[in-house]
Each structure stands twice: as C-alpha cells, then as structure tokens.
C-alpha cells in the first residue's frame, strides 16, 4: 500500500488526458500559475495530481473544473528553459479522488484520497494470458503511429502487468470517459482485461472476404 501525500497534492488539470499509475508523461508548462505551482511542488513533496478537464472547462473561469477521479505524479526529470518555462517528466504513483480543496489561487490544491488496488500476482495463468493479450494488441496498433496514440507507450516487455497497462492506457487514443472507467478499476488485472477489449475496437475493421460469384 502507497502512503498518502502528507499535504495537499497542487492539481494540474489537463484536456483529454487521464494519466495511469507507473505510466510516464512528458509536459511543457508555460502558464504563469502553473508554473507557480510546479515550483511550489518541487519545494514539498515533489508530488502532483494529474487531472482531466471537465466538460465546459473553457467557459470556466478561474480554476477550471475536473474529474473528481484522477493520478497523483512524482517528478522524474524537470528541465527550467531559458523562458521561464519547464519541461517535465512525471510518473503516476497512485489513483486518488480529489476532495476538499485548501487552495484555489493562482491553482488548486486538493486533499487527495488514496484509491488502494487489489492484489495479483505476475505468475498466475490469468494474469498472464491477459499480460499476453496486451502485448498482442500493442503489436498490432504500433503501426498506426498518431492514429492510434498519443504518444509511444513507454515500457519494456518484462515490465510489471500494472506497468505496461499503465503505459498503453495513458498512450492510446480512447475516449476519455473509457479511460477514466478504466483508472476507476480497482483490480489491474480487470481493467487490462478491459483495456484490450478498448484495444480490439481500433484499427481498421476487419472484412470477410466476399464469396465467388457477388459482386
């Protein structure tokens, strides 16, 4: 069990993206605030929660509004450019709910809940036929490039289960209520059973081939 930020978790709200535990993601910060909030972050627990925009964010004023459900992220790697601006690299560490917020200027900063996962264990058959079912459809969609993904699944092939469903399900192009039923998914195993199921739907439709004689 991962222990829960000792402060409230700096948000960082973002359109269309829903970031998975052990998966990583790469951000250019340029907006004022949420560079506040990204030094704010790296003088604490070096900790932030990756949330989706909500449906009407760019109506909204001040804070835009977000899932309720999202991924609190570690930085790995934080680069500061010459204007002002950051590159980073965060990797999901854990599924949280955001509830009361303590800060709502210049960004919000949430008091997160620890979302715990169920147990599984690498070896067990099932686990690995869907491991295997996974990796199948990596394959076959690798080829469809930014049709497919957002950006390449980062993982190796001897990866943890949790890992490489972490990676393709924060890389794939799905839409982002499927992804959000699926980071509500309390068990790994079933919601990569369920994120192959997403998989299958993409990619060119398969056709049978038409009989002698039809035109």
């Known amino acids: 069990m991962l222990a829960a930020p000792k402060r409230p978790v ?13 998966a990583e993601l790469s951000l250019r910060v340029s907006e004022l605030r949420y560079r506040t909030l990204v030094r704010d972050a790296l003088s604490s627990e070096r900790l932030i929660a990756i949330a989706t925009l909500a ?21 790995e790697e934080v680069a500061w450019l010459p204007n002002d601006h950051y590159d980073l690299r965060v990797r999901g560490t854990m599924r949280a709910s955001f509830g009361r917020a ?6 919000r900063a949430s008091i997160v809940e620890v979302l715990d996962e169920a147990p599984y264990t690498e070896d067990d058959p099932f686990t690995q036929m869907v ?3 996974l990796l199948a459809e990596r394959t076959r969609l690798a080829p469809l490039g930014l049709e497919a993904w957002l ?13 490489i469903c972490g990676a393709i399900g924060t890389a794939v192009r799905l839409a ?5 039923e699926l980071l509500a998914e309390d068990d790994v195993v079933m919601r990569a059973r369920r994120l192959c199921e997403n ?8 056709t049978k081939p038409e009989g002698p004689g039809r035109n």
Do not use: I, Q, S
């Open 176 to 180: 982002t209520e499927d992804k959000l």
């Open 199 to 206: 998989l299958r739907r993409l990619g060119p439709v398969k």
């Open 102 to 107: 303590v800060r709502e200027y210049p960004y």
């Open 10 to 22: 700096p948000v960082f709200p973002l359109p269309g993206v829903v970031l998975f535990p052990r």
């Open 131 to 133: 491991r295997e079912d």
């Open 55 to 75: 449906p009407g964010w760019e109506e909204a004023e001040g804070v835009p509004p977000f899932h309720p459900l999202g991924c609190v992220a570690r930085f």
């Open 151 to 163: 950006m390449p699944p980062a993982f190796e092939t001897t990866d943890p289960l949790a890992t």
